[in-house]
């Protein structure tokens, strides 16, 4: 059975957190919340995070019993991670430059204030921040790595993502500004970069895995 060592916990972590894309996410966040007032931007801030969390964990520990019943072993879902990765990850790349405008960001349409705790959820956390490309990293983590010493650290994680995630929502606004459009863009194709380079590892063991024969 593998063990997740400093290493690998390393590379889950700086992984998951690229995903998620910090800023990508502050700038969704401030163009949705910021309708509204400080008050209750500090809330869907909280109640994002507390989603993620759930969401995370939830991928952690339930997830690979899922895949057992379906039948999925790990190198086949490592083969599919590492596809459902690189794609993601080239998106990042490649994806039209990001704006600051509400108008491009969200829907015109106003929301009434007392759907913030929906717009918090859905599509704040999901799939705004957590999409597949996260569920899938975890669940992989997590099939990879299934003693509970491993889980454990593969939670703690999740734990500090959804911790940075809270942060960032918090400070979205100031983020969004400071940084700017070419900011944004730089730091979304520096982090799909990363992405892509960890799907090809994933996507090379998944195979391996399924084809030993690749390995001679």
């Known amino acids: 059975m593998a063990e997740l060592h400093l290493r690998e916990a390393i590379l889950f972590a ?16 401030a163009s949705m919340a910021g309708r509204f007032g400080a008050p209750i931007e500090k809330r869907m801030a ?18 690979r019993f899922l895949l057992q019943i379906l039948g999925i072993n790990v190198p086949m879902l490592q083969s599919a991670g590492g596809l459902i990765l690189l794609l ?10 990001l704006k600051l405008t509400p ?4 829907s015109a349409e106003e929301v009434p204030e007392e759907h913030w705790k929906t717009l ?5 956390a999901i799939p705004g921040t957590v999409g597949a490309g996260s569920i899938t990293t975890v669940v992989v983590a997590a099939t990879t790595y299934p003693n509970l010493r491993d889980l454990s650290i593969i939670s703690v994680v999740c734990a500090l993502t959804a911790f940075v995630m809270w942060v ?4 979205a606004g ?4 400071r940084l700017g459009p070419i900011g944004l863009n730089v730091v979304t194709r520096v982090m ?19 084809m030993p024969g690749l390995a001679r």
């Open 174 to 177: 100031p983020i969004a500004r």
């Open 46 to 63: 909280k109640q994002s995070a507390i989603a993620i969390l759930v969401v995370l964990l939830a991928c952690a520990w339930a997830g």
């Open 192 to 210: 799909g970069i990363l992405v892509s380079a960890t799907a090809f590892g994933l996507l090379a063991r998944g195979l391996t895995g399924l």
């Open 88 to 97: 993601y990850g080239t998106k990042m790349v490649t994806v039209e430059e």
């Open 103 to 106: 108008e491009e960001q969200v």
């Open 14 to 29: 700086t992984t998951l957190i690229a995903i998620v894309n910090p800023i990508s996410s502050a700038v969704l966040f």
């Open 120 to 124: 918090a959820v859905v599509p704040l």
């Open 168 to 171: 960032t929502f918090r400070s």
